[in-house]
């Protein structure tokens, strides 16, 4: 049986800045290294072991962050992450911890292209991707200006390694600047 310690961190990103505030604790857990990816071409795992911290808001920007992208998969410019046609995950992380409740998620970007009976699958997944805890499937463009997508999220139990991912299929145009997983309303 492990002790858990619990944290709050608050992680503002803005276009022109970031700032992070955070309230730490003893690292007392560790969690447990993942042997592989849950998928073929999951995005890559982290086999240190870290403490877990759990936080109530997640904020993110392309343009002030290092929002974790799978190799060839997308590219940054002017701000944005735009996929480069290839398949795969656009976007994956932070892989942090969240406290038991109700989020919404909400991402920023649009979709212009989606290639005939596919999908652009946005989750948010636990356990290396092994548990997904919500997931939404876009099929068709998305009007420029407007949330890709926004959703909420319910986390019965205080959950590790959390993270968003976005997954496009071969040859979908995709542009994401941010997104915001917090506490819903």
Do not use: W
Request: proline letters at 5%.
């Amino acid at each position: 049986m492990r002790n858990v310690a619990f944290a709050t961190t608050l992680i503002i990103a803005t276009l022109s800045g970031c700032q992070k505030q955070e309230t730490m604790t003893p690292a007392d857990v560790a969690t447990a290294p993942s042997s592989a990816p849950a998928e073929a071409g999951a995005p890559p795992q982290s086999d240190a072991a870290e403490a877990i911290s759990y936080e109530t808001t997640i904020v993110k920007s392309a343009a002030t962050d290092a929002l974790n992208m799978q190799e060839g998969v997308g590219t940054l410019t002017n701000g944005r992450l735009e996929s480069t046609g290839k398949a795969g995950f656009l976007m994956f992380g932070p892989y942090i911890g969240l406290k038991a409740g109700r989020y919404h998620l909400k991402i920023d970007g649009s979709v212009a292209t989606v290639p005939e009976g596919k999908t652009i699958v946005v989750d948010v997944a636990s356990d290396a991707g092994k548990n997904i805890i919500q997931k939404q499937e876009i099929a068709a463009p998305t009007q420029a200006g407007a949330a890709l997508t926004e959703f909420d999220v319910t986390l019965p139990v205080d959950t590790a390694k959390v993270e968003v991912r976005v997954n496009v299929p071969e040859g979908a145009k995709v542009d994401i600047t941010g997104y915001r997983l917090d506490t819903a309303k």
